[in-house]
């Protein structure tokens, strides 16, 4: 997917575009993970499609559950294993948006150095 070393970075518009497909990706992993949540918040506590969307979104985010004190031990469970699994995918999506840019810097870097060694 990336150029080798050995070759010169990409121009500005297909890196630029390399971003927007990284973007898509995160964006894709984001929404799936999002739905994932609001489906389970249906499931075991039966929470109407905007507070699942809420409560998912908020553990998405980091930012916590909105709703923890009259969940069921099932709910709760689900609440803490969908929590686990939040962070997992901010990393995930990170790591994903970051990629491009870091490979970019490292091969100019690289390439740089190859180029003024001959």
């Not at 929404?31 to 499931?43: E, F, H, N, P, Q």
């Not at 995918?89 to 491009?100: N, Q, S």
């Amino acid at each position: 997917m990336y150029e080798p070393r050995h070759l010169p970075p990409i121009p500005a518009g297909r890196f630029t575009l390399r971003l927007l497909v990284h973007a898509s990706l995160a964006m894709a992993l984001i929404a799936v993970s999002l739905l994932a949540g609001m489906l389970g918040y249906r499931y075991y506590e039966q929470m109407s499609w905007v507070d699942a969307f809420v409560n998912a979104a908020m553990l998405l985010g980091g930012m916590g559950p909105v709703k923890t004190a009259d969940l069921s031990e099932a709910g709760k469970l689900f609440a803490g294993f969908y929590a686990l699994y939040a962070g997992l995918a901010f990393i995930a999506v990170m790591g994903i948006m970051l990629t491009p840019v870091v490979h970019r810097v490292l091969h100019r870097f690289h390439w740089g150095e190859e180029r003024n060694s001959r």
